[in-house]
């Protein structure tokens, strides 16, 4: 017998009924060749019973059909009860396709509602775009190829949560001349883990916003620099290694994008993932920040000049001392040798935490505690 696609849906009970009719064959007697209760075929027929797999079988061996012809007579039947399609599902579907949507709404970066419709417009919101169809516009420019890269909704949903609070700030009109000068207050805090804390006040009065928001799982991003209306230069930082070496590090890297004015023209954001990488696909602008980032924790004449005549013997004896004499954290000289030797277990005890000691006194955003 072929399978048959039925013009109507019908319950699997009315086939089975006119197979029965067919044969000339009595409930009873399909039951005694099923070797089951004659009560399973009465409920089938009467589709008070579904069928399932193992009757699927069954039935297919008595009537010469497939097991397959019964389950979809089966799954017809089933999806023609459901009168009232749940339209929601599906763009439910397409908002958490588009977004991190449970991460965002767990940190409170979108306000949570049971209607489909208001939430949607309260992603649209926070993106800035007209519906849900639409590309966010804040464009992004990744640092390992020469062409735009798409961020992941990870990185670009972690972007805009910058671009929001930094659109909050109040602070002076950034000038250049005073952030090269910020450069030398901010030399000055390296020997010591808590005068991070100062950061955020000299970046603000040279008119640089400086916000730090943590990192969402899978963004392996850094930190980010953009400018508000061409005018405002904006740092993201995420925190994400938690060691002083880490922190000026990626802090310098960034500062030297605004002092480039990287991105200003095209209105892009620079997004910097795995800092201080120096493998030879990195744009020169990445190359660049690279080495103001390394100089600025140790000054790279002093550093060559330390390498060259203690190799291969880098004590911890002599890395101290070394430290002591150039007047920085011991931190930041074993940050460096590590980059320099590929040994990133190299004295990490002295890679002292700093998160702690920023956090307070900056825009920030996430760490147990999220913002408004």
């Known amino acids: 017998m072929n399978a048959r696609t039925p013009a109507e849906v019908f319950p699997p009970g009315e086939f089975l009924r006119e197979e029965l009719e067919a044969r000339g064959w009595s409930q009873q007697e399909l039951a005694d060749i099923l070797d089951r209760p004659a009560r399973l075929i009465s409920e089938l027929i009467a589709g008070k019973r579904a069928v399932t797999p193992e009757t699927a079988k069954g039935l297919a061996d008595a009537?010469?059909?497939?097991?397959?012809?019964?389950?979809?007579?089966?799954?017809?039947?089933?999806?023609?009860?459901?009168?009232?399609?749940n339209e929601n599902v599906a763009r439910k579907a397409l908002l958490y396709g588009k977004f991190p949507v449970?991460?965002?709404?767990?940190?409170?970066?979108?306000?949570?509602?049971?209607?489909?419709?208001?939430?949607e417009q309260r992603f649209c919101d926070f993106f800035r775009i007209a519906n849900?169809?639409?590309?966010?516009?804040?464009?992004?420019?990744?640092?390992?190829?020469h062409a735009v890269e798409e961020a992941t909704p990870i990185q670009l949903a972690w972007l805009f949560r910058v671009f929001a609070m930094a659109s909050e700030q109040k602070i002076s009109a950034y000038s250049r001349?005073?952030?090269?000068?910020?450069?030398e207050q901010l030399k000055a805090l390296i020997l010591s883990p808590e005068e991070a804390r100062h950061v955020p006040r000299i970046l603000a009065e040279a008119g640089v916003r400086l916000v730090f928001v943590e990192p969402l799982a899978g963004s392996k991003m850094d930190g980010a620099c953009f400018w508000l209306d061409d005018q405002k230069p904006v740092i993201g930082m995420t925190l994400r290694f938690d060691r002083i070496d880490n922190f000026w590090f990626v802090l310098r890297h960034e500062i030297e994008h605004v002092l480039r004015e990287d991105g200003k023209s095209e209105g892009r954001a620079i997004i910097d993932t795995d800092v201080g990488d120096s493998k030879d696909e990195l744009l020169e602008c990445e190359r660049l920040a690279n080495a103001a980032g390394a100089d600025f924790c140790v000054q790279t004449g002093?550093?060559?000049n330390f390498i060259a005549r203690v190799q291969p013997y880098f004590s911890e004896e002599k890395v101290l001392?070394?430290?002591?004499r150039i007047n920085v954290h011991p931190g930041?000289?074993?940050?460096?040798?590590?980059?320099r030797l590929g040994r990133h277990d190299f004295l990490r005890k002295y890679q002292v935490k700093v998160r702690s000691f920023v956090v307070p006194s900056a825009d920030a955003d996430g760490w147990g505690s999220f913002s408004d």
């Open 177 to 183: 001349p005073k952030l090269i000068a910020a450069l």
């Open 63 to 85: 009537f010469g059909t497939s097991p397959d012809y019964w389950m979809n007579l089966e799954s017809q039947y089933q999806l023609s009860k459901v009168k009232v399609p």
């Open 132 to 145: 849900i169809h639409a590309e966010p516009a804040l464009l992004h420019s990744a640092k390992k190829t």
């Open 321 to 324: 001392r070394f430290a002591q």
């Open 102 to 119: 449970r991460e965002m709404l767990r940190r409170g970066w979108v306000r949570v509602s049971e209607n489909v419709e208001v939430l």
């Open 332 to 339: 930041l000289v074993v940050g460096q040798l590590q980059r």
């Open 302 to 304: 002093e550093l060559e």
